[in-house]
């Protein structure tokens, strides 16, 4: 039987750019990176009070990276949607859509990761 979910993964065609991204636009945490045997090229973030992880793996003998649109998307709480759209814009990634308020109050956006995957940014109501 399954006991949790460890992490989820996201294949990438450049891995410095999408690990810049994550570190820096996001500002999660790298917990680990290696070499798979068969030599896919990993790194593990995690989000603050997650367990959780989130891989990147670029592993080019895989083709070509292709990303489906609207299929998958994180989904990370921000405590303060707008500062964050300042600051991610600044590093050159904008809000793609939104802020959106939601009818049960929460603030709701979206910004788009270097290959494409897109990220969900939700501010809660309190």
């Known amino acids: 039987m399954l ?14 750019k999408t690990v810049h991204f994550y570190r820096e636009v996001l500002g999660l ?3 680990r990176r290696h070499t798979s045997p068969r030599g896919s090229q ?21 083709g070509p990276v292709n990303v489906g649109h609207d299929i998958t998307h994180l989904a990370f709480e921000v405590d303060d949607l707008l500062a964050f759209a300042s600051h991610s814009a600044a590093l050159g990634y904008p809000l793609s859509d ?6 049960s109050g929460h603030l709701i956006a979206f910004i788009d990761a270097p290959e494409g995957y897109e990220i969900e940014l939700i501010q809660r109501h309190t």
């Open 3 to 16: 006991t949790r979910l460890l992490h989820t993964r996201y294949r990438v065609s450049d891995l410095e």
């Open 29 to 31: 945490t790298e917990t």
């Open 42 to 62: 990993l790194v593990f973030f995690q989000a603050p009070n997650s367990d959780q992880e989130i891989e990147i793996c670029q592993f080019d003998q895989s």
């Open 98 to 103: 939104g802020p959106t308020p939601t009818s």
